[in-house]
C-alpha cells in the first residue's frame, strides 16, 4: 500500500511538472512520455509515441548534433541543457530545452536514458527580438557615424563659403560686380546652412515621434502648379525643359492631407530631379489609381542602379557616394519624404533606369508617392466621370 502511495505521489510530481519527461531505452526508442511532453509534442496520448525513436521527433537539422550529445553524454562528456527543434506530430516545430541523464540498472549498467523537455519557444522569440533590436542598434549607430562625417562637410562647406567671402568683400578696392557675386555665393550657401538645419530638425523631430499632422483640405493641382512656377526658372536655367499635368479638373483636385508636407515631398523630389539631371527635361503630375492620387516627378537624369532603388530612402543613403562632393547634400531629403507619404496614409518608390551613354540612352528616374483622394471641396467621392 506504501508503495501504490509512493508511485501516486510519483506520478502526480511528474503530472505536474511543468516541463515534460520522457524514457528512451539504449537506442533511442521511447519507453515512456510524461502527459506535459504528450501535450507538448502534439499527440493525444503516450501509446501513439512509445516504441517509435526520440530522433522521428527531432528536425532533421538537429540529428547530428543529437546524435553527438548523447554519444558525449554517455561517456559522462556532457553535462547541462542542449536546445533542439521538435518535430510535432503535425509538423509544426518548437524548440526545447533537454537536460537528460543516462539511467543504471543495479549494476550500474547504462539501461537508457531520461529527458527532461522544456518548451522555450517564448525565450527564444524573446531572443530573436533583441537580437534583430541589436543588430537594429548596430546598423543606427553606423549611420549616425556616416550622418556625423556627412554633416560635418556639409555644414562646414557652406561655412567656408560664407567666412572666406566675408571676408574678400573687406577689400576696399572691389567693383561693385565683384562686390554683387561674393553676396552671391554669401546668400547661396547661407541657403543650403538653412536646408541642412531644416532637414536635421525635420529628421530628429519624426525620429522622436513629435512631427505633427495638420490635416487640411488641399487642391492638389493648386499645389503642382506653385512648385511648377517655382522652380521654373531654375529647370529652364539649366537648359532643361519644365512641365506639368493636372489629370483632374480643378473642382475636383481635392485631398484632404497636410498640404506643408505635400508641399515639402515635392520640393524635394523636384529639387533632387534638378540636381541629378543634366539635360533633358522634368515632368510634374499625377494619376488617380483606386482610391488613390499617384503623383509623380520624371527626369531624364543620371538614374540609380537598381540594388539602391530601397536604399535611398533610408537616412543618410546616397545612392553614389563617390559623386557626392560634387552635388551636394546629406542623404535625408527622401527619408523624411518617405516618413513624411506615411503619415499621410499613403507610399513612396521610385522606377529608375540608369543611362547608357556608349548606347546614347538617357537614363531617367521617376519617383511618385501616392495620397488618399478626397474628390470634390465638401468630400464628396467624384463619381466616375466619363
Ligand atoms: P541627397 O540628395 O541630399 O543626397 P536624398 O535623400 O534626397 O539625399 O537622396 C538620396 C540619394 O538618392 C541621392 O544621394 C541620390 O544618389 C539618389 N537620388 C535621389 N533622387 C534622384 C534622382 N532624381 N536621380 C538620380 N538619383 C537620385
Not at 561693385?176 to 532637414?199: A, T
Amino acid at each position: 500500500n506504501e508503495l501504490k502511495e509512493r508511485e501516486e505521489r510519483l506520478k502526480k510530481i511528474i503530472a505536474t511538472s511543468p516541463d515534460g519527461l520522457a524514457i528512451t531505452d539504449l537506442k533511442g526508442n521511447v519507453q515512456y512520455l510524461s502527459p506535459q511532453c504528450i501535450k507538448m509534442w502534439g499527440f493525444n496520448n503516450a501509446e501513439e509515441v512509445i516504441g517509435r525513436n526520440v530522433m522521428e521527433f527531432v528536425h532533421p537539422d538537429y540529428h547530428t548534433k543529437a546524435i553527438h550529445n548523447i554519444t558525449e553524454r554517455m561517456n559522462g562528456n556532457l553535462t547541462g541543457p542542449a536546445e533542439y527543434l521538435v518535430l510535432k506530430k503535425d509538423g509544426t516545430t518548437f524548440f526545447v530545452e533537454t537536460n537528460s541523464n543516462v539511467l543504471h540498472d543495479a549494476d550500474n549498467n547504462p539501461t537508457g536514458v531520461l529527458y527532461f523537455e522544456r518548451d522555450i519557444t517564448g525565450r527564444k522569440q524573446a531572443e530573436a527580438e533583441l537580437i534583430a533590436a541589436k543588430e537594429k542598434a548596430v546598423e543606427s549607430d553606423r549611420l549616425k557615424s556616416a550622418f556625423l562625417a556627412n554633416m560635418s562637410h556639409e555644414i562646414r562647406t557652406p561655412m567656408n563659403g560664407i567666412l572666406g567671402f566675408a571676408e574678400l568683400l573687406k577689400e576696399p578696392n572691389l567693383t561693385g560686380e565683384e562686390q554683387q557675386n561674393y553676396i552671391g555665393i554669401i546668400e547661396k550657401s547661407g541657403e543650403r546652412m538653412l536646408n541642412i538645419i531644416n532637414d536635421i530638425i525635420s529628421i530628429s523631430k519624426i525620429e522622436a515621434g513629435l512631427m505633427e499632422v495638420n490635416w487640411q483640405e488641399t487642391n492638389i493641382n493648386e499645389q503642382i502648379e506653385y512648385i511648377y512656377s517655382f522652380f521654373k526658372p531654375e529647370v529652364e536655367g539649366k537648359g532643361m525643359q519644365f512641365s506639368f499635368k493636372n489629370s483632374l479638373p480643378l473642382n475636383e483636385a481635392f485631398l484632404k492631407t497636410d498640404p506643408e508636407k505635400v508641399f515639402a515631398i515635392l520640393t524635394n523630389l523636384v529639387k533632387n530631379a534638378i540636381k541629378y539631371s543634366e539635360k533633358g527635361s522634368i515632368e510634374l503630375g499625377y494619376n488617380k489609381k483606386g482610391g488613390n492620387l499617384e503623383i509623380y516627378v520624371k527626369d531624364t537624369g543620371i538614374g540609380i542602379p537598381e540594388a539602391m532603388q530601397k536604399a535611398i530612402f533610408k537616412r543618410f543613403i546616397q545612392a553614389d557616394f563617390a559623386d557626392k562632393m560634387a552635388r551636394q547634400g546629406a542623404g535625408l531629403g527622401l527619408s523624411i519624404s518617405k516618413a513624411y507619404a506615411e503619415m499621410l496614409g499613403g507610399n513612396i518608390w521610385v522606377e529608375s533606369e540608369l543611362g547608357n551613354l556608349s548606347a546614347g540612352n538617357t537614363g531617367g528616374s521617376t519617383f511618385y508617392f501616392s495620397l488618399p483622394y478626397q474628390g470634390q471641396k465638401d468630400g464628396r467621392k467624384t463619381i466616375n466621370r466619363l
